[in-house]
Structures are given as structure tokens and as C-alpha cells.
């Protein structure tokens, strides 16, 4: 059964912290993305990554970082939190291909962060 | 840009209605076009998906056509269950070389189903 797993299902902060909220998949996937879910808004891309190392900023970077070390790990880093990053916090990985490629994408449980 | 627009929400229905939730889309190329179910707690996990213009893509007794011409991916189900209370989201994905297969979703659509 395949699996994405997120550090905390429930996380609050403190504004000003440096929060670090991870994420492993099990299945060999080279994609990885993290998104934000606020009501009304969607789901919105922070960054992706499509190899150890690389990263790829998507549609609302500002206040966030990423870290891949490792295939199997992606981290979302916020370097400063405000409580305008209160929100849940989606992980997410697939097989690598555009095109017209159907590969889907595999979700974590989601962390929500609240920043007082 | 790429954009997916989904129909207001919440949506409320009894037991056994028939459910219709609206999709468009803006989009260069062909994308490959999908629906997410989120349930209560839980992350997001495929629902139904197509490829190509006219294609159906159908699961659960949930179904929903690509329609080219309209730039739209309905879904319907024809009776509903309590147990379809979710949220549901239309999203697409990128078809060029370099969008590394990121998905750009709909606002998401709150579905309650009463006994």
C-alpha cells in the first residue's frame, strides 16, 4: 500500500519560529510538492521537487523554504513563521512525466499549522 | 495561466439525489484533467481522471467527460450515499516539458449528504 507520511497531523507555533514540517514517501517517487489548502482558495503550490537536491518554486514561495537530501524526503521550511501561515499543509509525490502522462498524485494526511 | 474554476459550494443533498458538481478550465494545450476526493481528516486521493478530449473517466459510480469544446469536466453521480460527504476538488495537470507534472486545482467543493 502505498504511503505518504507527515510529521504532525496538529502543530502550533509561536510568531517568529522556525517551524520544519516533513514529509517521507515510500514509493520511490521522484516528484514531491507541497501545497497549502485554505477554504475557498484551493490548493496552491509552495514548491515541488523533481530530484534529490533540486527544487522548483511554485505559485506562493515568500516565506517558505524546501529541503530534499534524500529521494524519499521533502521538507517545507518557514524561516519566520506569521500568522498568515496559519493553514493545512499538504505533502504530496508522483512518478515523474508530462506530456500527456496520467501519473497521479499521492497525498499525505496533512499537518495543520496554527501560528498565534 | 492555467486556471480550474469549480461550482460555489457547500452542497447539500438528501440520501439517493442526483449530484452534478461543475468544472472548467483554462488551459494551453491538452491537459489531462482530474478529481480529488477529500474526506473528512484524511489528505486528498483520486477520484476519476481523463487524458484526452471525450474521455470518461468514471469510479464509486462517479463519472465525468472531458469536454473540449465546452472546457469542462463535470462530475455527476447519480445517487448519492452519506458516505460521499467529502470534499471535492477538479484539478489539471500541466502538459509541457517542463511542468514536471504539477497540478493546478479548483477552490474545492463541500458536499453533505443528509440520511
Known amino acids: 500500500d502505498v504511503k505518504v507520511t507527515q510529521s504532525s497531523r496538529y502543530l502550533v507555533k509561536r510568531t517568529g519560529e522556525k517551524v520544519f514540517l516533513e514529509c517521507v514517501q515510500d514509493m520511490d517517487h521522484e516528484n514531491m510538492f507541497w501545497y497549502r489548502q485554505d477554504p475557498g482558495l484551493g490548493l496552491r503550490l509552495i514548491y515541488f521537487s523533481y530530484d534529490v537536491k533540486m527544487k522548483e518554486k511554485g505559485d506562493i514561495p515568500e516565506g517558505y523554504s524546501v529541503s530534499r537530501e534524500k529521494k524519499e524526503r521533502f521538507s517545507l521550511i518557514l524561516e519566520s513563521a506569521s500568522t498568515n501561515q496559519t493553514s493545512m499543509y499538504l505533502c504530496?509525490?508522483?512518478?515523474?512525466?508530462?506530456?500527456?502522462?496520467?501519473?497521479?498524485?499521492?497525498f499525505g494526511p496533512g499537518t495543520r499549522l496554527t501560528v498565534t | 495561466g492555467n486556471s480550474v474554476t469549480q461550482m460555489e459550494g457547500p452542497v447539500t443533498l438528501s440520501e439517493e439525489a442526483f449530484l452534478t458538481i461543475n468544472c472548467t478550465y483554462t488551459?494551453?494545450?491538452?491537459?489531462?484533467l482530474f478529481w480529488y476526493v477529500q474526506y473528512p481528516g484524511e489528505g486528498l486521493q483520486l477520484l476519476l481522471k481523463?487524458?484526452?478530449?471525450?474521455d470518461k473517466g468514471s469510479n464509486k459510480g462517479f463519472e465525468a467527460t472531458y469536454r473540449k469544446e465546452t472546457t469542462s469536466f463535470h462530475l455527476e453521480k447519480g445517487s448519492v450515499q452519506v458516505s460521499d460527504s467529502a470534499v471535492y476538488f477538479c484539478a489539471l495537470k500541466d502538459v509541457g516539458g517542463t511542468s514536471y507534472g504539477k497540478l493546478t486545482f479548483g477552490q474545492g467543493t463541500i458536499l453533505t449528504v443528509h440520511p
Open positions: 504530496a509525490s508522483s512518478l515523474p512525466g508530462a506530456g500527456t502522462s496520467s501519473y497521479e498524485q499521492y
Open positions: 488551459a494551453t494545450g491538452y491537459p489531462s
Open positions: 481523463a487524458t484526452k478530449a471525450d
